[in-house]
Every structure is written in structure tokens, then in C-alpha cells.
T-cell receptor, first 112, second 116 residues
């Protein structure tokens, strides 16, 4: 069964550093998403991406965040200057028009 | 705005007992509904989804859910749980209007704890 692949599985970074979280969505999917889950809390939407541009973003997705699909297969989330409160599990997902979102296994980001 | 409410944050049950995890949603447009399971330290796995058609939806691991439009509910059920079902379960909703694709809105999750 096709999978969404996320790397790395765990990343530790110092506050103020830039991080890039990587995702390889399922190849025939058209919509791509980033969600995050702070420990013990619910999964929150960050951003959706379609046709090489952001289609929707939440209040969480401020100027510190950016997304990119650099080569037609990877989908990345960049956090320019990490804060302690950015520590969370970040999930990538992809879908074809709402017919079932497939999530990756997540990247656990720890900001110290 | 769309929202999802999972009424129970924790549900303890004994092995082989039936379980129902409740989910209610709020939306002014037609919706797609999902249940995801998250095992400890793992990602989100799709259990089942309702897109259209039959209101009773069967998923993996013996789970099923029923879409009730009048009660705006999508409760998850299993007739007999196993220890291995211990996990956190998330209800999620998205909407479809005019062919546009909405993002998923998640409930806060229900932690199912199955005891021997």
C-alpha cells in the first residue's frame, strides 16, 4: 500500500535554529498538508498546498513557517527560527480530493 | 465554522466488552467524516471514512461507525475489544463544497484503555 514518508523521525534543534522537515507524499495525490500535534493535545492544521501554492493556512502558520515542493516529489516544511513552543509532532498528509487522507508517521521536533 | 467534539477524553473498558466512542460535528455544508487511530509513539492510521452512500461504515480491525445526519454524529463502535486496541482515537471532519477540498478538523481525541 502506498505510504507517505517523513524524515527524520526525530529532530532535536536549538532554539533560534532553522529546521526543515521532509515529506514524500503519495505520487498521484494532489493535495498536501502539514499538521502538528503538541504533546497531549489534538492534531492541528497548519497549511494545505495544491497546484504549487498554499491553498489555506491556519493562524499557527505565521511568517516563521514556509512550505515548498522543490522537485515534484518532496514536500518540505521549514521553520526559520525555532521556538520552544514549536516542539511537537509534525505530520505530513496527502490526499486526492477528500477520498482519504494518508498521513506519514510524523517527525518529532524537540526544541531545546 | 466546522468543528468536532469528542465527548469522552478517556474510555476504560475490559477486554471483550463492546465500546462506543462518541463524535459529534458541526458544519453548515456537506461533510466527509473520518476516524483515525494513534498507537503510542506512532502516526495516524485511518480506521474508516464516510464519504457518501451507506451510513454504516466498516473499517479495519473490526471497527464500524454510523453517520447520523440528524444528530450530526459519527460514533465509532466495536462489539468486542482487544488489549491491542488500546490507543488514542481521533474523529475528523472535512467538507466539500463546489468541488473545493477542505482541510481536516480533528477532535481532541479519546484514549481507549482496554484492561484484561
Amino acid at each position: 500500500e502506498p505510504e507517505v514518508t517523513q524524515t527524520p523521525s526525530h529532530q532535536v534543534t536549538q532554539m533560534g535554529q532553522e529546521v526543515i522537515l521532509r515529506c514524500v507524499p503519495i505520487s498521484n495525490h494532489l493535495y498536501f498538508y502539514w499538521y502538528r500535534q503538541i504533546l497531549g493535545q489534538k492534531v492541528e492544521f497548519l497549511v494545505s498546498f495544491y497546484n504549487n501554492e498554499i491553498s489555506e493556512k491556519s493562524e499557527i502558520f505565521d511568517d516563521q513557517f514556509s512550505v515548498e515542493r522543490p522537485d515534484g516529489s518532496n514536500f518540505t516544511l521549514k521553520i526559520r527560527s525555532t521556538k520552544l513552543e514549536d516542539s511537537a509532532m509534525y505530520f505530513c498528509a496527502s490526499t486526492v480530493r477528500g477520498y482519504g487522507y494518508t498521513f506519514g508517521s510524523g517527525t518529532r521536533l524537540t526544541v531545546v | 465554522a466546522q468543528s468536532v467534539t469528542q465527548l469522552d477524553s478517556q474510555v476504560p473498558v475490559f477486554e471483550e466488552a463492546p465500546v462506543e466512542l462518541r463524535c459529534n460535528y458541526s458544519s453548515s455544508v456537506s461533510v466527509y467524516l473520518f476516524w483515525y487511530v494513534q498507537y503510542p509513539n506512532q502516526g495516524l492510521q485511518l480506521l474508516l471514512k464516510y464519504l457518501s452512500g451507506s451510513t454504516l461504515v466498516k473499517g479495519i480491525n473490526g471497527f464500524e461507525a454510523e453517520f447520523n445526519k440528524s444528530q450530526t454524529s459519527f460514533h465509532l463502535r466495536k462489539p468486542s475489544v482487544h488489549i491491542s486496541d488500546t490507543a488514542e482515537y481521533f474523529c475528523a471532519v472535512t467538507w466539500n463544497y463546489g468541488g473545493s477540498q477542505g482541510n481536516l478538523i480533528f477532535g481532541k481525541g479519546t484514549k481507549l484503555s482496554v484492561k484484561p
